[in-house]
Each structure stands twice: as structure tokens, then as C-alpha cells.
């Protein structure tokens, strides 16, 4: 049974750090493509990064340069690291994980994720 569970949110003043785990089980994790997601009450899920099996990464517009996503194959782990957080980053983060390569560096859709995490809270205040 595929597991996906994430940590490491919390409330940070704007300007401030976190960092997100995600930890796989029952996953083929060095194989597949994955990613993050976030989610504001009453909006749809949208992808902030993707990271492929090797550890490239891409990632939305509005976060390049200020979150980078790294995968220890050994633990089974992604680590988002989120610098320079602003308000607008507020909403809750779903790791993701599909069971297919993924085809270049394009941003994930929600239709295409066969696990989702149970979420970490962000909250990001002025």
C-alpha cells in the first residue's frame, strides 16, 4: 500500500523558511515523477514543482527562486525547501506521486497524481 506523508509545515512571518518532508512507502520512488501541490479553500490544486526520476526539477512562475525541491532515494524522502515566504504562499501542501516518467518539465495536473499526501498547512503572515 502506497503511503505518502508529509511534514514540516507550520506559521512563519513573510520573509521566513520552512521546510517540507515527504516520505514514500510502497512506492517505486526512484522511478516515477513527482511533485508538490497547494490548495486555498474554495480553489482548485495547483502544482508548485515537479521533480523527475533522476532529481531534475520544475517549477511554477510564481516560487522560482524561492523554493527548491531536492529527493534522497535512500530515505525515500523529497525536501522542499520554501525561502523568502510571502502571504500569497499561504494554503495547504500535497506531496503527489504518479506511476509514469515524466515527460519533461511541465508541471503536473491533479487528474494525473495516483497518491496524494494528507496535506501539510502553510500559513505565511504579513
Known amino acids: 500500500q502506497v503511503k505518502l506523508v508529509e511534514s514540516g509545515g507550520g506559521s512563519v512571518q513573510a520573509g521566513g523558511t520552512l521546510r517540507l518532508s515527504c516520505e514514500a512507502s510502497?512506492?517505486?520512488?526512484?522511478?516515477?515523477?513527482m511533485g508538490w501541490f497547494r490548495q486555498d479553500p474554495g480553489k482548485e490544486r495547483e502544482a508548485v514543482v515537479i521533480i523527475d526520476n533522476v532529481g531534475r526539477t520544475g517549477y511554477a512562475y510564481s516560487v522560482q527562486g524561492r523554493f527548491t525541491l531536492s529527493k534522497d532515494n535512500e530515505k525515500n524522502t523529497l525536501i522542499l525547501e520554501m525561502n523568502s515566504l510571502k502571504p500569497e504562499y499561504t494554503a495547504m501542501y500535497y506531496c503527489a506521486a504518479t506511476i509514469f516518467r515524466c515527460y519533461g518539465l511541465s508541471l503536473l495536473r491533479p487528474h494525473s497524481i495516483a497518491y496524494w499526501g494528507q496535506g501539510t498547512q502553510v500559513t505565511v503572515s504579513s
Open positions: 510502497g512506492y517505486d520512488f526512484s522511478s516515477y515523477c
